[in-house]
């Protein structure tokens, strides 16, 4: 009788261990990264950043630059706008390991790396060129991207890009706005980067 009770008290054990793991591996999934707020974002000059809810998913348009490489599982996302002509987008990917993040990441960079030259392909008369801007020393690594397009009779568009890891979770922030890439805020934006990977653990 003793040895059944002992039994018994230990699979009620080991079942209510199973059952804490499983609702806290549950509600992980289930919590967002953090996210940046519109005052990390590159301070605009004539215009405050205003920063929409933090929503699960992807975005309902894909950020430019990174159509078809972002996975619906597991993704969140959050969109800014300004008074005027600059925007932002951030969307952050919990993955299933960290090696799946890892690929996710480099996924994107190559992405972002080839985005001038497959909208060249795409846009006859068009003008674009990008630049890296190097990598950053945070958490499992990030780094730094632009790009420039433009077509005649229209406006010029600059889009800089930071992409970046934290363990499982991969972050990527788009700025947007009329411009060239000499109008870009690159050294504000390496700074909106970095806090982006810090804050992505809740």
């Known amino acids: 009788m003793f040895r059944r ?23 992980t999934a289930a919590t967002a990264p953090g996210f940046l707020g519109g005052a990390d974002l590159p301070p605009h000059p ?3 950043w ?5 929503t699960k998913g992807l975005p309902e348009t894909t950020p430019f ?18 008074d005027v002509d600059a925007g ?21 960079e190559r992405k972002v790396a ?8 795409r846009t006859p008369g068009g003008t674009a060129s990008w630049q890296d801007y190097g990598k950053l020393a945070v958490e499992e690594g990030a780094h730094v991207y632009g790009v420039d397009t433009s077509i005649p009779e229209s406006e010029p568009g600059v889009h800089l890009y930071g992409i970046g890891r934290d363990g499982s979770t991969v972050t990527v922030v788009m700025w947007r706005q009329m411009g060239h890439l000499t109008d ?3 050294p504000a934006f390496r700074k909106t980067t970095t806090t982006a990977v810090n804050r992505l653990a809740p």
Do not use: N
């Open 5 to 27: 009770s002992v039994l018994a008290a230990t699979a009620a054990l080991v079942l209510a261990a199973t059952a804490t793991a499983t609702a806290t591996a549950t509600a």
């Open 46 to 48: 004539s215009s405050p």
């Open 50 to 54: 205003y920063a929409g809810p933090v």
């Open 65 to 82: 630059c990174l159509e078809g490489v972002l996975p619906a599982a597991g993704g969140w996302h959050r969109t800014f706008g300004t």
């Open 88 to 108: 932002a987008v951030q969307v952050s990917v919990r993955s299933a390991s960290d090696a799946s993040a890892a690929k996710l990441a480099a996924s994107l």
């Open 114 to 121: 080839a985005c001038a030259a497959d909208w060249l392909r």
């Open 184 to 186: 870009a805020p690159v």
